[in-house]
């Protein structure tokens, strides 16, 4: 069974972090797996990029700005959705690639950003290979939305999208639906897998993969690498101090709009306003930061920055007594798995693909949705636990029960072997 991934990149964000996992995962299945990319960031033997000399990576540099720009300067309504509409109309034709001729098994990741048109799927849809494409957001069934906020729109053709500037029935979502719609006419053989059970119950409602079939399988995680160790040394590390209780938040972009970080800032407030034994509070903060004014948590702020490195991002969890995410819009985030596994209960919203991890009140809290009072009853919950022991018990346990390496590659190598069967 020779088994390719395609992703846009192996590095730098949720996905390729889940795609890069699941690749270690089915290796240490023994199964033959490559991973393609538009432009490789990492080492990895396994994987290989379609731009390998500078020209390659001038071209990939300029689909992603011939895809990009057009949106930002002409389409997009308002600032915050600039990267939150992709419209794949522009690609590399990837169909002659040797991991793609060589493959048995194609598995389509997040290929956006100027690495795959939807002509360009709708190409490999023709070799007649076995297609599995796992969800890492709402793309595949939208007009052009990675998360669609407060639109059902795609439970229908999509059209009057929010997100533009100049909305209408045959707007560029609707014409997004429509070139997907003639993409999947060409699809024979074709598995959906969600991470989470909230993506799939969502994708079945949408009128362009209703008719699919659609799997629940989650991330993998390495429960070595990320697993509980010695709390004070992790502290020592990054010069926290012992004695503080601390609260851990991060993002690729702390300030996307999905990522709730003015619920977490109200939260922090209520909870300095409203409990007790809020002075030896601190937060550590992680990831790209342009313009947040930190100086709006009423707490003293560590600022990480962005952490490039896993063993570094697993000490930042052993450090922390709760890692909280405010996420209003969220399909399994790597983050949340990785502090469950290190043994620090997480406190978000009950919201999206969360509660697939998040157990109220057993390994975390699920807080009422939007609500930054009950988020901020959720960090008091956790910060001030007499049970803070069976809390880190049981955060690891969930892991280690549900998202290991070989559970999950199991799981996939059963969908695999199902497919190929036709």
């Known amino acids: 069974m020779k088994v390719t991934l395609i992703n846009t ?27 393609l ?14 731009s390998n000399n500078l020209a390659g990576k001038l071209k990939a540099r300029f689909s992603f700005f ?39 098994i194609l598995h389509l990741h997040w290929t956006n950003s100027g690495f795959l048109s939807t002509h360009n799927i709708k190409q490999l849809f023709e070799t007649g290979k076995p297609v599995v494409w796992t969800l890492h957001d709402m793309w595949a069934f939208t007009g052009g939305c990675h998360y669609s906020g407060d639109c059902f729109h795609f439970m229908n053709q999509c059209g009057n999208c929010w997100m533009l500037r100049d909305p209408h029935k045959n707007d560029l979502s609707h014409q997004g639906w429509k070139r997907k719609s003639d993409m999947y006419k060409t699809a024979k053989n074709l598995v959906f897998v969600t991470c989470s059970h909230w993506l799939a119950d969502v994708a079945r409602t949408s009128s362009l993969l209703k008719d699919f079939r659609i799997e629940t399988i989650p991330n993998p995680i390495d429960t070595e690498l990320f697993s509980p160790k010695d709390k004070a040394a992790a502290r020592l590390k990054w010069n926290i101090n012992p004695k503080s209780k601390i609260i851990l938040f991060g993002a690729a972009n702390i300030l996307d709009r999905r990522k709730g970080i003015t619920y977490l800032v109200e939260a922090l407030n209520d909870l300095k306003k409203n409990y007790q034994e809020t002075d030896i509070i601190e937060i550590v903060l992680f990831g790209k930061n342009k ?56 406190v978000a919203f009950n919201t999206g693909g969360l509660p697939d991890m998040v157990d109220h009140r057993q390994n975390g809290y699920l807080a009422e949705f939007k609500s930054a009072a009950d988020f901020a009853a959720g960090i008091n919950f956790i910060l001030n ?35 190929l069967k036709k």
């Open 37 to 50: 990319v538009q432009e490789k960031k990492t080492g990895e033997p396994c994987v290989d990029s379609i």
């Open 291 to 346: 313009s947040f004014d930190v100086s709006l948590l009423p707490f003293k702020v560590y600022e990480m920055n962005v952490i490039t490195s896993q063993e570094d991002m697993a000490a930042l969890y052993n450090l922390a007594d709760v890692y909280v995410t405010p996420a209003i819009e969220d399909n399994l985030p790597n983050t949340v798995m990785e502090s469950l596994a290190c043994g620090t209960p997480v």
């Open 385 to 419: 636990s007499n049970k803070k022991n069976e809390l880190a018990e049981n955060a690891r346990k969930k892991v280690t029960d549900n998202f290991t390496n070989e559970i999950i590659a199991s799981k996939y190598m059963d969908v695999y072997r199902s497919i």
């Open 66 to 104: 011939y895809e990009r720009l057009p949106f930002i300067w002409f389409k997009a309504k308002a600032r915050e959705v600039r990267f939150a509409f992709s419209t794949a109309e522009f690609g590399a034709d990837i169909k002659k690639e040797p991991d793609i001729q060589n493959a048995d």
């Open 9 to 35: 990149s192996d590095a730098g964000g949720g996905a390729p972090a889940a795609c890069m996992r699941l690749l270690k995962a089915l290796e240490l299945k023994q199964v033959d797996v490559h991973m």
